[in-house]
């Protein structure tokens, strides 16, 4: 270029090399977030660095890409840019590094960290293992990638490479475009949502029940484990187990049992409420070995992330309701933080006006005023991806990064450079946000300083796959600027090597109106309510169940009075207790005993029968365990209330009961009750209502059509006794 001869581009290399610094600070950061850095390995940190530093880099680069191919002519309008050549290596390095960890090093890293074998080898062999059945699906994708190719150009006349990359290019997309989808539509709603506080808090109070309840079962899951390693633990001396004394040892060390519990155990492991005489392997193996191994591990992972849910759900609710209750007195504490604190929860240049202000008054108009800009931007996004294939020269997305038209070709300044960064930020952030909101296997989630290694390589590995894709996906909106592009000549080309590629890069991204409309009207919860999926079967038919037949439905009471239980104590206390009735070998066979849901007086027109009216803040928080009678009794009235909702009928038998109802609850209009029923149906036809012919008149007219079958309301005219009060006698 004429500008890259007459001036050398020494700021720009500066620039972008602080901003690489601070790339890496941030992830850094993150890492320290979600991993406790002095205690996670090498093999651990390092890939997951580079994981997230590379695809971070790639939002610097692509604005860097398109300023250095597309420079305006205005030297004070002009960004950051840099020679083709360093570009070119630059997006080499980013681009296999991250094609590497994606497809290679963190899938076998992530099954190396899961194995519960001790020997390295073993771990080794072991994920290769887990991993044969992935490499099988992907290679037996490429295989038909390559026979395409070869079918359309009858030989590889790109090289083998070319193919690679298009294949793994069009996998990404697929999954960033759905995963995008959802994330624009989820950001917005979240903040319209987060922006009414009473309705923040009800959302809460829905979602503890099931926190609640999937923490209670965690710690079962937890507590099994460690009773079936307290049972291996005696027979470490004797029998098979002998040769691995060393190993159950370190198991032992795992467990929170007490070294004083270890000999008394009854080696029965609780689950559900009941004993469950496990009985071990006569041979133990190291096969069992590893996989008790690898399923401790994962369940006191399991335990950490929904009691980390549970806590910060408490923390939520404390903080919502303090800003409800500080509207009477304008003033607003939170009290002392906890020790756990972050840095800048510990400290607060606000006063109590001040913070109730902030609270109560901006940040809800602020999430109000964020969330439209991101909606927009939203809508801008998608009607660029609908648009870019058939006309490319509404994309709202390319005029808002390319300010200069000279001709047919666009210039890119500075302005630009930051948009499209913006731009490419919001993208990003909606595929990212979508993979910790939708359920994923294993119960893979992160964790504040406690992540499991596996669920961390496997969300590091999910940025890297998106990365490549988001990025490519965003250039295609500028239309022929992007074309000039380093980036396009390294990977566009390449994709556009087949006419199947070019259709699937521009039509493809339009399905991005399936998961938004998905997302946007709740199609996800209506589908699998209508084919079933929609509740668990388990929960609803379990009549011993720990809160009772209908508790754990997701309903808001039931979610204030676990947070209101917990705040005061009682949860806590119930939960030691049975803690210990698990641990202690003189416990008795029952099922475990839970809270009772009790209801406030006032949040019921009237008490409901067998149900507890105390209120929760007068509660025994004492007592270790619940009394079993009353909880039953509270589930009987309670089944009562919910039975409807238990039934299974169909649509058209629901719409049947529902017609049923409404007309049997219609009053009767006045005009219809005045008219007179005929003498042949029993009436008085000079009775002025439809109650004239009664009994009483009996005696005087008998003309009544039932007593030709022996019926009538008794005495004369030839009725049978028999017959009297009214009966038929067919």
Known sequence: MEFAMTQSPVASEVFASVALFVISVIVLLILRHYLPLRTTPAYLLVPIFFALCLPASMVLLVPIDLASSAMVDDIDARGIWLERGPLRVCWRIAYWLTFCLTWFIIPILGEYSDSGYRDPQAKFRDSLRANAQYYAIVFGSGILGLLYVLWSYGGFSESLKSTVMALAYCWGLVLAIYLMGHGLVAIPRRLFRNADISGRLRRIQTQAPKVYEQMEDAQMNLDDLEMQVAELSKRSKTGTAKNFQDWIEELVDLTNIPESQLASTSGAVRGSGEFIRTKLPTVITEKYMADLTRQLIRAKHARSRYLNDWNRLLHDAVRTQAIIDSVASKRLDFGAPSPGSGFWDRRSLLTPYTRFLYHYYGLPYFNLAFGGLLALASVCIVWSEVVKGIFPVLSVIRYSVVHHNIGNKGQIGLAGQVIAALWMVYMCAAALISITEVKVWRGRALVRRNTAPESAFWYASQVARLSVPLTYNFMTFLGVVYKDTVFYDFLGQL??????????????????????????????????????????????????????????????????????????????????????????????????????????????????????????????????????????????????????????????????????????????????????????????????????GSAGNGSENFSDIRRWFGGGTGGGGGGSSSGGGGRIRL
């Not at 038919?541 to 705040?567: H, K, M």
């Not at 070998?585 to 006032?602: D, G, H, K, M, V």
């Open 495 to 692: 994709i556009n090597l087949t006419p199947l590629g070019k259709w699937f890069d521009y039509l493809f991204p339009a399905l991005i109106l399936v998961p938004v409309c998905f997302t946007l009207f709740g199609l996800y919860g209506k589908i699998q309510r209508a084919l079933g999926f929609g509740v668990d079967v388990l929960d609803t038919l379990e009549s011993n169940d720990e809160f009772g037949a209908n508790f754990g439905t997701g309903t808001w009471r039931e979610g204030r009075d676990l947070i209101e239980r917990e705040l005061n104590g009682s949860s806590a206390a119930i939960r030691g207790g049975r803690r210990s009735h698990y641990t202690d070998p003189r416990s008795s066979s029952q099922s475990r005993a839970s809270p009772i849901l009790t209801i406030r007086a006032n949040s019921t027109p009237y008490p409901l029968p067998g149900n507890p009216t105390t209120p929760l803040a007068t509660s025994p928080n004492m007592r270790p365990l619940a009394n079993t009678s009353a909880r039953r009794v509270g589930a009987a009235s309670r089944q009562v209330t919910l039975a409807s909702e238990d039934d299974e009928e169909n649509f058209f038998e629901a719409l049947g009961h529902r017609l049923k109802n409404t007309i049997d609850t219609i009053d009767k209009p006045k005009w219809l009750t005045d008219i007179p029923k005929p003498k042949w149906m029993g009436g008085d036809i000079n009775a002025g209502g439809a109650g004239a």
